[in-house]
């Protein structure tokens, strides 16, 4: 697997790394952020119109892996008149983490990580948003059930140890399971861990839980390694495909780089239907080349995750995602969150007139 907080310089005019030879990710996001400081551009008040031009020398850092696969492998990036610094870091903690070290402009994450970084005190917009086609059918994870652990349905759910990380979305989707089948956390044993590389796969392995819910990237490994000792996995039976593009209020509020995005969301958009039309080349391209899967394993991910779509007007996603942030007050005691309020709504025409072609 790549190492978090590393860079690759790919760009229209290709320039050096900006960290090499740095042996952690927090060494390497403090090298970056030193290294990669831009000089700021004019302030842009949240309620301007973001500039169509792109300021000579403005420089966007995105830590988002697949996007940029995506574009490389379809030759889209050869359509993005921006430069761009690509950051190889991805997943909820460590993209907040690159944003406080002022590492990157914007990252690729979940529902739920947008949520915790304004609830701990990081201020931020979303800018762009994904969901799946078939999201029941197709669903981001599925919850692991341990060999002897007696769980057959979701409804034999009540008793269990269920492993849960309150600030990623796979804590959000344990919630919303025992919501569905009606069930209260006091009803299970949630044991609190960071869901990081295979830490729920080995949690589930060793038995130190029932039930943990598995990126799709990981449920084939999981059964390959203890379905002979009876291990299986569930379908969650809610949805857990909301995606975004996030990024720190600071960086919508410089002009300079609030007009790069503008570019860079109309190519993301692009290149999430790229994904969904090119599946078997992003398998390869992604999944066997950037992350180290066999071919067989990758085609496995893409079919488990289906096609995705590009909402062009934002209101059901943002609804859908205003219900995940009340459910988290509920059930984890956050703050009342208006969620409409961290969406930055000048993006969403831009990219309606990616995904439709127009201008």
């Known amino acids: 697997m790549p190492t978090p ?3 690759h310089a790919h760009t229209r005019r290709r320039r050096p790394s900006l960290v090499a030879g740095v042996a952690t990710a927090l060494l390497s996001l403090l090298g970056l952020a ?7 551009g004019a302030h842009l008040a949240l309620t301007a ?4 031009e792109v300021p000579a020398g403005t420089v966007l850092r995105v830590g988002d892996p697949a996007t940029q696969t995506a574009l490389e492998e379809s030759g889209l990036i050869d359509e993005l008149d921006v430069e761009v610094e690509w950051a190889n870091i991805s997943g909820g903690p460590k993209t907040l983490e690159a944003f406080r070290a002022d590492a990157i402009d914007v990252g690729a994450v979940a529902d739920i990580p947008p949520l915790f970084a304004k609830w701990t005190g990081t201020d931020i917009r979303i800018v762009a948003a994904r969901e799946t086609v078939d999201p029941l059918n197709h669903p981001t994870y599925e919850l692991g059930v341990a060999p002897g ?9 009540e008793g ?17 399971v025992l919501k569905q089948v009606g069930l209260e956390q006091d009803d299970v044993e949630l044991v609190e861990m960071t869901s990081v590389d295979d830490a729920y796969v080995n949690a589930l392995g060793s038995k130190q839980v029932d039930v943990a819910p598995l990126g799709q990237t990981l449920v084939k490994t999981y059964r390959a390694k203890y ?3 009876g291990a299986t996995t569930l379908q969650p039976g809610v949805r857990d495909d909301s995606w975004t593009l996030y990024a720190p209020t600071e960086t919508l509020e410089d002009a300079s780089i ?16 790229w994904i969904s039309e090119h599946p078997d080349e992003f398998a390869q391209a992604f999944y066997v080349d950037h992350e180290g899967l066999s071919p067989e394993d990758a085609k496995f991910v893409v079919d488990a995750l289906g096609t995705f779509e590009v909402p062009t007007s934002w209101d059901e996603f943002i609804a859908r995602h205003q219900e ?12 009342p969150l208006d969620v409409e309020a961290l969406y930055d709504r000048r993006y969403e025409k831009v990219i309606a007139n990616a995904v439709e072609g127009t201008s």
Request: proline content about 3%.
């Open 160 to 176: 269990k140890k269920i492993a849960y990380s309150p600030g990623q979305a796979q804590g959000a989707l344990v919630l919303r």
């Open 149 to 157: 652990a007696g769980v057959e349905s979701l409804e034999d759910l």
């Open 258 to 273: 609030a007009a790069a995005l503008k570019e860079y969301v109309a190519a993301w958009a692009k290149a999430q239907q």
């Open 324 to 335: 995940t942030a009340d459910l988290l007050e509920k059930e984890q005691g956050q703050e």
């Open 49 to 52: 119109a973001v500039p169509d």
């Open 34 to 40: 030193a290294c990669g400081a831009e000089e700021k």
């Open 227 to 229: 379905e002979q000792d």
């Open 5 to 7: 907080g590393t860079i």
